[in-house]
C-alpha cells in the first residue's frame, strides 16, 4: 500500500514540479539559490515591518501579536485549503487517469493529501517562517527557538490540510445540491449580499461625526490591543503553536499539537475518505443526469440567436456567472462602505472633489477588473470556435453577442450602486448620475478594448489543453489596461476639478470619458473587419 | 495581474484614501485653546474593554496590581482621565523612567514587560499641551497574599 501510495505522490509532485525538466544542474542550484534568497528577503520585510509595528504604530509586538497574526493567515490558509482542496480532490484533471491506475480509491486520496500538504509546506516556508523568525528577532529569543518553529511549522502545515479536506466534503455537498437547482447560488450569494451590507449599515452608523482620524488615533491602537486579546480567545490550538515556540510548556503542548492533528487525521478517514469516489465521479461530467425536453424552436436573426446563446450559458452556469462577476457585484457594497466613512467626516470642497475622484478610481478598478471573460471570449470557445465560423451567416456578430452580456450586467450594478447610495441614508449625493455615465463610458470602451485584445490573439490551444482555468496573456493585459484606464480618469477629475477649477468640469469629464469610447469603438471595427475572418481555430 | 491583485488594490487604495481625505479634505476643526486641568489614572483595560480600577496604598498612591508578569507576553492597557473634556489638545505622554526596554510604555498608555524579572514600576502620565499636569500609578505583581502596603521605592 505505502509503495503505491508512495509511487502516486512522486507522479503528482513529478508533474507538478516538473522533475524532468530539470536537466541542466546548473541552473537547478541558481533556482535554489534564489528561493533561499526570496525567504531571507521576506524575513526581512517582515522584521522591518514588525518594527514599524511596534516603534512608530507602537502596537506591541508580543506573543498576544503573535497568536493573532499567526491565527488571521491561518484561517486565511483554511479557505484556501478548502477550495484548492475540491479542486484538487473532486475536479482534478489527473483523476481520471490516478483512478484508472491499479490503486485503491483510499490511496489516491491519500496521496492527494499528502501532495497538497508538500505544497501547503512549501507555501509557508515564505510566510509562515519568516514570521517566526522575525518575532524571534524581534523578542530576542535564544537559540533553541529556531529549530524548534522549524518544527513546529511542519506540524502547523497539517492543521489547514486535513480540516480543508473535511471542509471540502460540505463544500462538495453544497455544489451538489446547487447543480441540481442552480438558483439555490445565486439565493446564497443574495443573502451573503443583504448580510454584509446589514453589517456595514450598522458599522456606519456606529460611527462617531464627523471622524477626525489623528485625534482618536490613541483610541484606534488601544481598541486594536482589547481586539486582539479578545480574538485571541477563539485561537484554540494556534496559542499552544505560540507557546510552544516562546518554550512555555513545552512537552505539554507538543502533545496538545500532535493529539489535534492526530484526531483531525481520524476524522478525514473517518469522513472523507469513504466518500471520495463517489464525490470525485460526481465531477465528470458523464456524471449528468439531465433530462432534456425537445421543443419546437422558434426561427431568430442570427444575433438574437448568438444573444440567446450567451444568456442560456450564464443561466445554465449560475455560479460561474457570479464568480466571474464577482468584483462588479461586489461594487454596491465597496461603495456604500467607502462613502459611509467618507461622508462621516466633515469633508470640505477639496475633500468632496478627492472623494468623487476616488469613487470613480475604485468604481473602475472593480468594473474593469470583471472584463477578464470578455478578453478570453473567443479564446475559452476553444476548437469549437472553428464550427462556428463555418455557419453560413455574418458570425462577425457573435462578437457582438458576447459583449451585450457583459455590457448588460455592468451597467446593471452601475445603475444599481448609484441607486443605492441615492438611497442610503448616511451618504450624502454629490454628482451620482454623472459618476455613473462617467462608468458606463469608460467601461464601455474597456469591454470593446477588451474583446479586441483577444480578437488580435485568441488562445485556443492553452484553452483546448487546460479549460477555463487556464492563465490568458490576454486577461492579464485587459486588467492593467482597465487599471491605467482608472488611474487616467482619477487624474483627470482631479485635473478638472481641482487644478484647472473650471466651472463646468463634469461636461469635460465626461466628454473625455465619450471620447475615449468612440475611439475603442471605431478602432473595434475596424480590428473586427480585418482579424475576424483570420483567426483559426 | 489578476482579479487577486485587483482586490488586495482596491482594499489599500480604500484605506489611503480615507487617510487622505481625512488629513486634506476636511473642514478644520475650531476650537478656543483650552488647557488639561487634570489628569488622573482610571485603571486599566481588561480585553472586554471594561475598566479594572487603580487601588490606593497606605500613602494614598494609584497603584495596579497584576497577577502575572510574563516576559513578551503582558501587556496592559491604561486608562485615564482628562478635565476637562473639550481640551484643545488631549495628547498626553507616558514615561517609566526604566531606560532599559524591559518595560515600554507607549503614548497610547500600552504597557508592555519584556521582561518576568522585573516585576514594578511608576508610570508618569504627562498633558502634551504644556499645562505641566501629570499622574502617576505604580504597576506591581501580586506576591501570594500582600496587600498594597505602604508605598514602593523604585
Excluded at chain 1, 84 to 93: A, D, I
Excluded at chain 1, 490 to 503: E, G, K
Excluded at chain 1, 505 to 523: E, K, M, Y
Excluded at chain 2, 39 to 67: H, M, Q, T, V
Aim: proline share 2%; hydrophobic share 50%; net charge positive.
Amino acid at each position: 500500500m505505502f509503495s503505491r501510495i508512495k509511487a502516486l505522490t512522486l507522479m503528482q509532485l513529478g508533474n507538478k514540479f516538473k522533475f524532468r525538466r530539470v536537466a541542466d544542474k546548473k541552473n537547478l542550484v541558481l533556482k535554489l539559490f534564489f528561493k533561499t534568497l526570496s525567504i531571507f528577503a521576506t524575513v526581512a520585510v517582515t522584521f522591518l515591518l514588525l518594527y514599524v509595528i511596534k516603534n512608530v504604530i507602537f502596537l506591541p509586538v508580543n506573543r498576544t501579536t503573535f497568536v493573532f497574526l499567526l491565527f488571521i493567515s491561518q484561517i486565511i490558509s483554511l479557505i484556501a485549503c478548502s477550495l484548492g482542496l475540491v479542486e484538487s480532490l473532486y475536479y482534478g484533471k489527473d483523476n481520471q487517469i490516478l483512478m484508472s491506475f491499479p490503486a485503491k480509491h483510499h490511496e489516491v486520496f491519500i496521496s492527494k493529501l499528502t501532495v497538497y500538504y508538500i505544497n501547503e509546506l512549501l507555501k509557508n516556508l515564505y510566510f509562515v517562517v519568516p514570521m517566526f523568525i522575525a518575532f524571534g528577532f524581534i523578542n530576542g529569543m535564544g537559540v533553541f527557538y529556531y529549530p524548534n518553529a522549524m518544527v513546529l511549522t511542519f506540524l502547523l502545515s497539517f492543521i489547514p490540510v486535513l480540516l480543508g479536506s473535511l471542509i471540502s466534503v460540505a463544500i462538495m455537498g453544497i455544489k451538489q445540491l446547487a447543480k441540481r437547482a442552480s438558483w439555490i447560488g445565486i439565493i446564497l450569494t443574495f443573502g451573503i449580499m443583504v448580510l454584509l451590507f446589514w453589517l456595514a449599515n450598522v458599522l456606519i452608523g456606529s460611527l462617531e461625526r464627523p471622524i477626525r482620524l489623528i485625534e482618536v488615533y490613541n483610541a484606534f491602537v488601544t481598541q486594536t490591543v482589547l481586539f486582539m486579546q479578545r480574538i485571541n480567545d477563539f485561537a484554540l490550538v494556534y496559542n499552544n503553536f505560540v507557546q510552544t515556540a516562546f518554550n512555555i510548556n513545552l512537552v505539554a503542548n507538543y502533545l496538545i499539537i500532535s493529539g489535534v492533528i492526530i484526531c483531525l487525521a481520524l476524522l478525514v478517514v473517518l469522513v472523507s475518505m469513504p466518500i471520495y469516489f463517489k464525490m470525485a465521479s460526481f465531477g465528470n461530467e458523464h456524471s449528468v443526469t439531465k433530462k432534456h425536453k425537445h421543443k419546437q424552436s422558434k426561427r431568430k436573426s442570427v444575433f438574437l440567436a448568438l444573444l440567446n446563446k450567451e444568456f442560456t450559458l450564464i443561466k445554465r452556469s449560475a455560479n460561474q456567472f457570479v464568480q466571474d462577476y464577482i468584483l462588479v457585484v461586489s461594487m454596491p457594497l465597496v461603495l456604500y462602505l467607502l462613502n459611509g466613512f467618507y461622508w462621516a467626516m466633515a469633508p470640505s470642497v477639496n475633500g468632496i472633489e478627492m472623494i468623487v475622484a476616488f469613487n470613480l478610481f475604485v468604481s473602475l478598478l472593480l468594473l474593469t477588473a470583471s472584463n477578464t471573460q470578455t478578453a478570453s471570449a473567443i479564446s475559452a470557445e476553444g476548437s469549437e470556435f472553428g464550427l462556428l465560423k463555418t455557419s453560413p451567416s455574418d458570425t462577425k456578430q457573435v462578437a457582438w453577442a458576447k459583449m451585450i452580456s457583459n455590457f448588460a450586467v455592468s451597467t446593471l450594478f452601475i445603475v444599481a450602486s448609484v441607486l443605492m447610495l441615492f438611497f442610503a441614508k448616511n451618504v450624502t449625493k454629490y454628482y451620482l448620475w454623472q459618476t455613473a455615465v462617467v462608468l458606463v463610458l469608460i467601461n464601455s470602451g474597456h469591454i470593446l478594448w477588451s474583446f479586441q485584445l483577444d480578437l488580435r490573439n485568441p488562445q485556443f490551444a492553452e484553452y483546448s489543453q487546460k479549460k477555463a482555468g487556464a492563465e490568458n496573456v490576454n486577461k492579464s493585459r485587459s486588467v492593467v489596461a482597465g487599471m491605467a484606464m482608472a488611474v487616467i480618469v482619477a487624474l483627470v477629475t482631479v485635473f478638472f476639478m481641482m487644478i484647472d477649477n473650471s466651472a463646468s468640469p463634469w461636461s469635460r469629464i465626461i466628454g473625455f470619458s465619450a471620447g475615449f469610447f468612440a475611439l475603442r469603438l471605431v478602432l473595434f471595427i475596424f480590428n473586427l473587419k480585418v482579424y475576424f475572418r483570420e483567426i483559426e481555430a | 495581474m489578476n482579479k487577486k491583485t485587483i482586490i488586495m488594490l482596491t482594499a489599500i487604495i480604500c484605506v489611503v484614501s480615507i487617510i487622505l481625505v481625512s488629513i486634506f479634505g476636511q473642514v478644520p476643526n475650531f476650537q478656543t485653546n483650552v488647557l488639561v486641568k487634570t489628569i488622573s489614572i482610571e485603571g486599566y483595560l481588561d480585553k472586554n474593554g471594561n475598566i479594572i480600577p487603580c487601588e490606593k496604598n497606605n500613602a494614598g498612591e494609584d497603584i495596579i496590581w497584576l497577577d502575572k508578569i510574563e516576559a513578551g507576553e503582558t501587556s496592559i492597557v491604561l486608562k485615564w482621565k482628562i478635565n476637562p473634556n473639550n481640551a484643545s489638545n488631549p495628547d498626553v505622554y507616558f514615561s517609566t523612567g526604566i531606560d532599559d526596554d524591559s518595560i515600554v510604555v507607549s503614548d497610547q498608555g500600552i504597557v508592555t514587560f519584556y521582561t518576568s524579572t522585573r516585576t514594578n514600576c511608576v508610570v508618569t502620565i504627562k498633558a502634551k499641551d504644556g499645562s505641566l499636569v501629570f499622574a502617576r500609578v505604580i504597576i506591581m505583581k501580586r506576591v501570594s497574599n500582600n496587600s498594597p502596603d505602604g508605598g514602593v521605592e523604585l
